[in-house]
């Protein structure tokens, strides 16, 4: 796999990874709500948030290595 990028979380005894390619980044930010609308899961939107938050700022530097 070419070019993977991987955001992770531990939380208590939990750990929580997700790899994915670039420009799949939607479905990584659905598998976030699905995991934390899970009842059964200790993920939660809190979490969701934080990832997505990680993820919005990578994109962010890679955008601004290709316009500067």
């Known amino acids: 796999m070419n070019n993977v990028r991987q955001l992770s979380l531990v ?3 939990e750990r929580f ?3 994915y390619a670039p420009g799949r980044e939607p479905d990584v930010i659905d598998a976030f709500a699905a995991l934390a609308a899970d009842k ?3 993920f939660d939107w809190f ?3 934080v990832l997505s938050y ?3 700022r990578r994109i962010e530097m890679e955008l601004d290595k290709v316009t500067t």
């Open 40 to 42: 059964q899961s200790k």
């Open 47 to 49: 979490d969701a948030a």
């Open 11 to 13: 939380k208590g005894s």
């Open 17 to 19: 990874v997700f790899r």
């Open 54 to 56: 990680q993820m919005g």
